[in-house]
């Protein structure tokens, strides 16, 4: 996305705005706002432009959704650098003094740092945006057919003072000059929240942001950062039985294709190309059966985190998986803690005798909506899946004091991370994840 910025400008009729972007997904706010000098100040003086809220979780799920000027749902591909449909959707905006809705369909594409996307409303009228952002410069152009061609180049100086230069209506009746300053602010890629000594940092599928994520320039890069205690992956079973290294269940956002892992041989996955959609230098990436990742792990002080996907649904597939992890020589004597979405898994794991074994909570749950119930929530988690710890999600860190002071009373360790690069984790009794001197 975009860095945070609140912009203030002026132009040629001396009409200043207001332009705010701010927040990153779950929660996106985007504002447009301009004063009308010429009238007096009260009703009319202050027209907004834009008022939208977006919200979504696009590094995990790939769909987002928008409430306000822009009321609009859509696919939107945040992984790959490369690709032809990069979000696709349909919305309404919100048009005129009447509050009409104008329906629209939408699709952008994205090469590198250039990003173009078409707007066709109902009404035929259509719009169209091209830009090319290499940070801390961007250059953006807009045509739509009701109001004609505007140009606007901005530049982030000394790391948070933005400007901003704009020709706007350039080939309507009314041309203006643009020019605006105003804050911005861009956060660290790979470490978007520092929470103190007290806390284990993992690198997240090795990394997501920076590297084809689980693949093993993601992870060579995770084992060599001294930043990180431990390493965390996921594991599927293909449908020859083999053990592989991906998050996804399909493959749309690694190659591009609606097909299952799960439904998939070792054979046809190796075909697979996992680093072109992410970059084109990572051409050639291909993904990693676990045997292969025991192999690059062996060396590494790092405790591992290992995430249970779809291997089957019983216990004996359990089992298995445990079985082959002790058996490769890469993970012997390895600080190994399991976790899984499916609560069943992490019993069965309990009851296999592994030494921890964690929950993932739910991405949207009751507490969400009614705080109070947080603490009911988390035992009935912890009692139903017999988990030593819970893994929390982006939603749940408003809460976080509260969990920590819970997991001290409750006896139970948590982690917690907001779809980037670095997982924390806290553990109050036996530590496994945290880096051992």
């Known amino acids: 996305m975009l860095e945070k910025h609140i912009l203030t400008g002026l132009n040629t009729e001396l009409e200043p705005s207001i332009d705010i972007f701010t927040g990153e997904f779950p929660i996106l706010l985007s504002l447009k706002a301009v004063l009308n000098t010429d009238k007096p100040l009260g009703t009319g003086s202050f027209s907004v432009k834009d008022f939208t809220v977006y919200t979504g979780l696009p590094r995990f799920f790939p769909i987002y959704g928008g409430f306000g000027t822009h009321t609009e749902a859509g696919y939107i591909d945040m992984y790959s650098s490369r690709t032809f449909i990069r979000s696709i959707g349909i919305g309404a905006k919100l048009t005129g003094n009447s509050y009409r809705f104008l329906p629209y369909a939408f699709l952008s594409s994205k090469y590198d740092n250039f990003l173009l996307t078409g707007t066709v409303f109902l009404n035929r009228s259509f719009d169209i945006t091209a830009g090319i952002f290499l940070l801390p410069f961007s250059f953006i152009v807009n045509y739509a057919d009701i109001s004609g061609l505007d140009l606007r180049l901005t530049m982030r100086l000394y790391n948070n003072i933005s400007m901003s230069f ?255 690069d670095v997982i924390y984790a806290y553990e109050n009794g036996v530590s496994v994840l945290k880096k051992q001197n």
């Open 166 to 420: 704009g020709l706007n209506g350039i080939t309507g009746k009314n041309r203006q000059l643009y020019f605006g300053v105003g804050l911005s602010h861009r956060e660290e890629a790979d470490n978007d929240y520092r929470f103190g000594s007290g806390y284990s940092r993992g690198a997240h599928r090795g990394s997501i942001l920076k590297y084809p994520e689980n693949t093993f320039p993601a992870f060579k890069y995770a084992e060599n950062q001294n930043f990180y205690d431990f390493i965390e992956f996921d594991v599927y079973r293909t449908t020859d039985k083999r053990y592989v290294i991906v998050h996804d269940p399909i493959l749309l956002r690694y190659t591009g294709e609606l097909k299952l892992v799960t439904r998939l041989t070792l054979k046809e996955l190796k075909k697979r190309d996992m680093g072109k959609y992410f970059n084109r230098k990572f051409i050639g990436t291909r993904m990693l059966t676990l045997e292969e990742l025991a192999g690059k792990l062996k060396d590494t002080d790092k405790a591992l985190a290992i995430e249970i996907k779809d291997i089957g649904a019983t216990k004996k597939d359990v089992k298995e998986l445990l079985t082959r992890i002790k058996s490769l020589p890469g993970l012997k004597n390895k600080r190994i803690i399991y976790l899984s979405l499916n609560w069943k898994t992490t019993r069965y794991l309990k009851e296999l005798s592994v030494k921890k074994a964690a929950f993932l909570y739910p991405i949207l749950s009751l507490s969400d909506l009614f705080s109070p119930l947080l603490a009911s929530e988390i035992k009935h988690y912890i009692r139903k899946s017999s988990a030593d710890m819970i893994f929390f999600y982006t939603s749940k860190l408003d809460k976080l004091q509260k969990i920590k002071a819970l997991s001290k009373k409750d006896n139970f360790d948590f982690a917690f991370w907001n779809f980037h």
